[in-house]
Nanobody, 112 residues
Framework: QLQLVESGGGLVQPGGSLRLSCAAS????????MRWYRQAPGKAREFVAL????????SYTDSVKGRFTISRDNAKNTMDLQMNSLRPEDTAMYSC?????WGQGTQVTVSS
């Protein structure tokens, strides 16, 4: 059974950092490109970052470039998103994605 389980969300002040993790099981993680998406209240889901199956290529939406870093550990079947210099506009539910499969999400709230 395929599972994607996110963790690491929470409340952080502007300028702070959080590290999100996605634990994957039930499929060949090392052969799968992985993505992070986010959805703020009242807004459409938005692509955040991509990492290819080998980890050799990453891509980011413009608004997070230079602040967020996506990474993966194929030995542990995990993917992370290091988020630095967080802004209130980063507040959203963050979900990991593997093709047509989605995790439940983890809430990130950036507020003073």
């Amino acid at each position: 059974q395929l599972q994607l389980v996110e963790s690491g969300g929470g409340l952080v002040q502007p300028g702070g950092s959080l590290r999100l993790s996605c634990a994957a099981s039930g499929f060949t993680f090392s052969a799968t490109d992985m993505r992070w998406y986010r959805q703020a209240p009242g807004k459409a889901r938005e692509f955040v970052a991509l990492i290819t199956s080998s980890g050799g290529t990453t891509s980011y939406t413009d608004s997070v470039k230079g602040r967020f870093t996506i990474s993966r550990d194929n030995a542990k079947n995990t993917m992370d998103l290091q988020m630095n210099s967080l802004r209130p506009e980063d507040t959203a539910m963050y979900s990991c994605n593997a093709g047509v499969f989605w995790g439940q999400g983890t809430q990130v709230t950036v507020s003073s």
